[in-house]
Structures are given as C-alpha cells and as structure tokens.
C-alpha cells in the first residue's frame, strides 16, 4: 500500500539550530502538504505545493521557515534559528487533484527545541 | 477564512456506550474528510463523503454529510478501547485546500 514518507520521525535540538525535515509523497500525488501540528489540536497549513510550485505559504514564518520542492517529487522543510516555540508535530500530506480530493499523512517528526 | 469547529473538544466514556462528534461550519465545502490520530502519529484518513445528506458506515461507525454540506457528523455504536484518539475533520475548497476543524480527544475506557 502506497504511504507518504517522512524523516526523521523524531528530531531534538537547540535553540538557534537549524532543522531540516523530508518528506516523500504518494507516487502521482501532484499536491504535497507541510502542516504544523501542536499536541491535541488539528493541523495548520503551511504550505501547499503544486508539482513544484507553492501554491500557498501565506502562514509560513519566512523569516525563518523555507521548503522546496525542485522536482515536483519530494520535498524538505527548513528551520533556521529554531526557537523554543518551533515545538510540534509537522506533518506531510498529498493528495491528488481531481474532482475531489482525499488527503493522506506521513507519520509526522515530532521536533523539540530545548 | 473557512472555519471548521467541533464538538465536544474531549469525551470520556465507558466501553459499549454510544457517541456522536459535530462538525460546524458556515462555508460550504466540496467534500468533507474525517481521520483518527493516535499519539505520536499522523492522521489516517476514515471515510470522505461528498453528497450533501450522504451517510457512510464504516462498521461500528456511521459519518453523515449535512444536506447543504456545511456540517458533519460521527457517530460511533457501542465504542471500544481501540476508537480512543483525536477526531479530526476536514473540509475541501475544490482548490485542493483542506481546513481542520480543531479536533475531539475520546477516551473510551474498559
């Protein structure tokens, strides 16, 4: 069965490191998702691919957040200075595009800035 | 924005009791996704429904679209130890955007 993958599944660091995460989506899978999760609340967007193209990252902290995703394929997730308050569970989705469209999640890497 | 909330925010049970979790929202959506998350991982998608007034079982569990599809519900039939977690629905824009609604935590003890 097709999965999205995501690395590291956990990942702790300092304040003021830098953090790089990786996700792999479904093969096929056009849209690609990075969520921001805080323990017992839904996700948050930030930011929304399409092939290659950012197709939303109107809340991502650009100061210091970036992603890409060069070939359309994978994609990583930057944090440079991590700040205590980076703290979270981000989470990677895809999803096709059609008529409707169901989104499914990577495990996720748990990230605790000490 | 597109917001999606639900209710209750916690619900704590007994096992064989029955449950049902409310999904509001004033913006209509294209399709409505419900998922289960465990500690730690990440949200498995249970069912999406398209129709307004459609109605999916899935076992023990029953998901209604609302007829002018801005709203949603589960219901769940005699809930076991293993249907603990975090609800989670999500609505679809037809612009491949997904909105959260912020989530219910059910803990159904033995």
């Known amino acids: 069965e097709a999965e999205v993958a995501q690395s590291p599944r956990y990942k702790i660091t300092e304040k003021s490191q830098a953090v790089a995460f990786w996700c792999d989506p479904i093969?096929?899978?056009?849209?690609l998702y990075w969520y921001r999760q805080i323990l017992g609340q839904g996700p948050e967007l930030l930011v929304q691919?399409?092939?290659?193209?950012?197709?939303?990252d109107s809340q991502l902290p650009k100061d210091r957040f970036s992603a890409e995703r060069l070939k359309g394929v994978d994609s990583t997730l930057k944090i440079q200075p991590a700040e205590l308050g980076d703290s979270a569970m981000y989470l990677c989705?895809?999803?096709?595009?059609?008529?409707?469209?169901?989104?499914?999640f990577g495990p996720g890497t748990r990230l605790t800035v000490l | 924005t597109q917001l999606l909330e639900q209710s209750p925010q916690f619900l704590s049970i007994q096992e064989g009791e029955n449950l049902t979790v409310y999904c509001n929202s004033s913006?209509?959506?294209?399709?409505l996704q419900w998922y289960r998350q465990e500690p730690g991982e990440g949200p498995v998608l249970l069912v999406t429904?398209?129709?307004?007034?459609e109605v999916k079982k899935l076992k023990r569990l029953t998901f209604q679209f609302g007829d002018a599809r801005k709203d949603s519900s589960l219901h769940i039939t005699a809930a076991q130890p293993g249907d603990t977690g975090l609800y989670l629905c999500?609505?679809?824009?037809?612009?491949?955007?997904?909105?959260f609604g912020s989530g219910t935590k059910l803990n159904v003890k033995p």
């Open positions: 429904v398209v129709t307004g007034g």
């Open positions: 093969s096929g899978h056009a849209t």
């Open positions: 691919f399409q092939d290659e193209s950012v197709v939303d």
């Open positions: 989705a895809s999803s096709l595009s059609g008529k409707y469209n169901e989104q499914f």
């Open positions: 999500a609505g679809d824009d037809n612009f491949n955007k997904f909105y």
């Open positions: 913006s209509v959506f294209s399709s």
